[in-house]
C-alpha cells in the first residue's frame, strides 16, 4: 500500500509561482513511478507531468513544458511541482499519483494510488 498527500495549493494570479509537495509513505520503494494530474470542473483528468524512480527521467504535457518541473527527493520520499508563469486555464485539482511500474503512463486508468488532491486557482 502506498498513501500520498499533497499540499501547496492555492490562490495565486497570473504569472505568478506555486510549489505542490507530494509526501508518499508505505512501499514507495516498490512503485517508483510518479506523476501530477490535475482535473478542472466538468473536464477529463489530465497528465501534467512524470517522474521515473531515479528522477533520471520526465516527461510533460506540451500544455506545461517550459513552465513546469517535476522533481523527487528520495530521501524524503516527496515528488514536487515546480510551477511557474501560471495561467488561469491551469486552475485545476491536482492530484499526485504512483503507479506499479517502472516506466510511466500518460493515463490516470495505469495509476493505482492516488493522493486527496489540493485546488490549484489563478486569476487574471
Known amino acids: 500500500q502506498v498513501q500520498l498527500v499533497e499540499s501547496g495549493g492555492g490562490l495565486v494570479q497570473a504569472g505568478g509561482s506555486l510549489r505542490l509537495s507530494c509526501a508518499a509513505s508505505g512501499r514507495t520503494f516498490s512503485y517508483p513511478v510518479m506523476a501530477w494530474f490535475r482535473q478542472a470542473p466538468g473536464e477529463e483528468r489530465e497528465l501534467v507531468a512524470i517522474i521515473t524512480g531515479t528522477g533520471s527521467s520526465t516527461y510533460y504535457s506540451d500544455s506545461v513544458k517550459g513552465r513546469f518541473t517535476i522533481s523527487r527527493n528520495n530521501a524524503k520520499n516527496t515528488v514536487y511541482l515546480q510551477m511557474n508563469s501560471l495561467k488561469p486555464e491551469d486552475t485545476a485539482v491536482y492530484y499526485c499519483?504512483?503507479?506499479?511500474?517502472?516506466?510511466?503512463?500518460?493515463?490516470?486508468?495505469?495509476?493505482?494510488?492516488w493522493g486527496q488532491g489540493t485546488q490549484v486557482t489563478v486569476s487574471s
Open positions: 499519483a504512483n503507479r506499479r511500474a517502472v516506466v510511466g503512463s500518460t493515463s490516470p486508468r495505469d495509476y493505482d494510488y
